[in-house]
T-cell receptor, first 107, second 112 residues
Framework: DAKTTQPNSMESNEEEPVHLPCNHS???????IHWYRQLPSQGPEYVIH???SNVNNRMASLAIAEDRKSSTLILHRATLRDAAVYYC????????FGTGTRLTIIP | DAGITQSPRHKVTETGTPVTLRCHQT?????MYWYRQDPGHGLRLIHY???????DKGEVSDGYSVSRSKTEDFLLTLESATSSQTSVYFC???????????FGPGTRLTVT
């Protein structure tokens, strides 16, 4: 499985966009890029996934580099409810969670 | 929310006793997973299932067994619980294309 590298923590102001980076330089051609988040005391929650093209859904956008060695999860307007640990995962049907990025939202 | 429940939600047990955790889904999804989460770690896959009576090991399967006799239920058994198995256990289900996993609320297990 491809290894991912994410910052341990990030802070963002409420109502501003947040860009969460992820490096996955060993990604293979068939690996999907998945993002999950985990709110305090809850199970992980699916956010978005993509292969090559940028993806948008109601929760976030996923920007994938042309060489697919990195990606960025974009929260367009952060709210306090977006404070969570965000996991970037690159592999197949078996998800391998790292330690993720702890996102703090500043009111 | 995906129809996935876990039972019990909390359990305290003694070292050496058997423990079974249950994951139940109402979505008829083929794929089911058991993870554990410990402080300072992300989730680690214990076992997973591709269908009834079709299971395989994850990265931390030692000391755990699973069974899936019905599509809706995936059982995780600790044959002889140890203190190192104190953890929060999450079950997940996935659609046929397995790109989206939906997680249960978790079971907090303490082995004393």
């Amino acid at each position: 499985d491809a290894k991912t590298t994410q910052p341990n923590s990030m802070e963002s102001n409420e109502e501003e966009p947040v860009h969460l980076p992820c490096n996955h330089s060993t990604i293979s051609g068939t690996d999907y890029i998945h993002w999950y988040r985990q709110l305090p005391s809850q199970g992980p929650e699916y956010v978005i996934h993509g292969l090559t093209s940028n993806v948008n859904n109601r929760m976030a956008s996923l920007a994938i580099a042309e060489d697919r060695k990195s990606s960025t999860l974009i929260l367009h307007r952060a709210t306090l409810r977006d404070a969570a640990v965000y996991y970037c995962i690159v592999n197949g049907e078996k998800l391998t969670f790292g330690t993720g990025t702890r996102l703090t939202i500043i009111p | 929310d995906a129809g996935i429940t876990q039972s019990p939600r909390h359990k305290v047990t003694e070292t050496g006793t058997p423990v079974t955790l249950r994951c139940h889904q109402t979505e008829n999804h083929r794929y089911m997973y058991w993870y554990r989460q410990d402080p300072g770690h992300g989730l680690r896959l214990i076992h997973y299932s591709y269908g009834v009576k079709d299971t395989d090991k994850g990265e931390v399967s030692d000391g755990y067994s699973v069974s899936r006799s019905k599509t809706e239920d995936f059982l995780l058994t600790l044959e002889s619980a140890t203190s190192s198995q104190t953890s929060v256990y999450f079950c997940a289900i996935a659609t046929i294309d397995f790109y989206e996993q939906y997680f249960g609320p978790g079971t907090r297990l303490t082995v004393t």
